[in-house]
């Protein structure tokens, strides 16, 4: 089962709500080790995000991102994991789940 | 003869349904709907044969059978179908057979836990508890909760589908994760409980809540705080003969005839309390039924243990400190020490802005404002406290409470 893990910041977050929060690149080497990190990535902010509409057969551009992501999402990650309850072990050893909030997209499985 | 059949298939669905539809999910592979599909397709066989071929020896084996085999068929009907479309290749299910009711296993805890997994929210959690462990259709559950038979199976129908896409394991959670999870199971029961407790056309539900709280007992023997919610449960059931007047009218604990009370279920209660405290694995829901124990061992209001009752809520707020808590705190030194030293925790309480709308703080305010004799103020409080409940017991009960503020004819207090 795959999952999407969209990374985002959580403006509300206290300071020392975090505390404790652990590596990042702990979290990476135990993860591609149990080859349950397929891959990820840190994405650019907002400012730099392009949002792409056809409409009525144009390309409409708009610069930043879509609405209703706003400038939360700064990375993201695809997991292979058995089950959700392996997903949110995994997502809840990321700093950015102490930190921020993580959340997880199942795969629309192919259908062939 | 055919009545007879009809009350005994009933009394089988009562346990029955949730074991099938259970042993139906794992068979499917997940399958949800499929499984409560053929559970009830069984059960409507047996209502159509044994008035007229007998009851079988085995009858949960015979109604598990019996499911299997129409899963299997609709599964062969629906690759037949889709076979016409694309080179399927046929799904190889064999009929099997199980011949004793003792072969069935029971995994009424998986589905448990998987219907009160976190990552459904709790209307969720509790439709879907209801539809799989106790067999209420949609409609009723609907009704209970006030919303249509159709917002009600769009929550279900949402509900399954998460849990087929985001592969919400049918598991009972390791160990290291129960501290975790069990709360949730425990809380949709407990909400349940007391969705029912408050009104009598919903008893259903309380029903519904001891007796799934009993197989949870059952099956976890060793989770004190299951056998913390059953006397939790029990204690405060026993109470429910007392509780409203011939007009539906609320009567207070202090006000309940005692001699109402069902003995058998305190009894039971407490000696269900009392081997959960043995464990010394305290939790909340073990200090509340020790809460209700005082009350239920109370020969009458004036005998109750208030300063213990006191105690058991400092412990509680020491484990699960919120606000309710601490306003049932103020309510027992409020009896235990008096209403001087009841007010200032309930109005710091206001002050904090928690439960502004709950009708039972300003209740609260408003009792203790007519004991120590602030009469005025008092009445302005049971006014609020009128305003904010939306039950008509609990406002007719709040408004003879309003009347004992206002000065009597004669001049009395």
Known sequence: MKYLMLVCTDPDLKPGEDEGAPDVEDWVTEMDAKGIRIMGERTRPADDATTVRVRNREVLLTDGPHAETKDLMVGFDVLECADLDEAIAVASKHPMAWGGAIELRPFWPFEG | ?413
């Open chain 2, 1 to 413: 003869m055919a009545d007879q059949v009809n009350d005994l298939i009933a009394g089988i669905y009562v346990d029955g349904w949730s074991r099938i539809v259970a042993t139906m999910i794992r068979f499917t592979g997940g399958d949800w709907d499929l499984a409560e599909e053929s559970a009830q397709d069984a059960f409507a066989a047996a209502l159509r044969k044994w008035p007229t071929a007998g009851v079988p020896d085995q009858p949960l084996a015979w109604l598990t059978t019996t499911a299997r085999n129409r899963a299997v068929d609709r599964i062969r009907r629906a690759s037949t179908e889709a076979a016409s479309l694309r080179k399927a290749t046929a799904i190889e299910v064999e009929p099997l057979a199980y011949s004793r009711d003792s072969e069935i296993p029971d995994e009424r805890l998986e589905l448990m836990f998987t219907c009160c997994h976190p990552s459904l929210n709790l209307e969720a959690q509790v439709a879907l508890t209801l539809r799989s462990l106790t067999g209420m259709s949609t409609a009723e559950i609907a009704r209970a909760f006030l919303v249509s038979e159709r917002t009600m199976g769009q929550r279900l129908f949402r509900a399954k589908r998460k849990i087929a896409h985001a592969a919400i394991p049918f598991r009972v959670p390791p160990a290291h994760a129960l501290p975790e999870r069990l709360p949730a199971v425990l809380h949709v029961l407990y909400l349940l409980f007391n969705e029912g407790y408050g009104d009598a056309a919903k008893t259903r539900l309380c029903e519904e809540a001891v007796r799934l709280t009993r197989v949870l007992k059952q099956l976890m023997p060793d989770e004190p705080e299951a056998h913390g919610m059953l006397a939790l449960m029990l204690l405060h059931g026993a109470r429910r003969p007392a509780r409203v007047d011939a007009n539906g009218d609320l009567i207070t604990l202090e006000d309940q005839d005692r001699a109402l009370w069902n003995q058998d279920q305190i009894a039971e209660g407490i000696t269900i309390l009392d081997a959960a405290l043995s464990r010394r694995a305290v939790g909340p829901f073990q200090i509340q039924a020790a809460i209700a124990a005082c009350h239920a061992l109370a020969p009458d209001a004036p005998s109750t243990d208030w300063p213990q009752i006191v105690k058991l809520y400092d412990q509680l707020a020491l484990i699960a400190p919120n606000a309710i808590v601490t306003l049932n705190r103020a309510v027992a030194v409020g009896m235990a020490s008096g209403p001087e030293a009841a007010l200032p925790l309930v109005e710091a309480i206001i002050k904090s802005g928690d439960l502004a709308d709950y009708h039972v703080l300003h209740a609260t305010h408003a009792d203790l404002l007519r004991r120590v004799g602030r009469l005025q103020e008092s009445a302005e409080s049971y006014r609020t406290a009128i305003a904010a409940t939306t039950s008509d017991a609990e406002r007719r009960f709040l408004r003879n409470r309003l009347a004992l503020t206002e000065p009597s004819p004669r001049g009395a207090a």
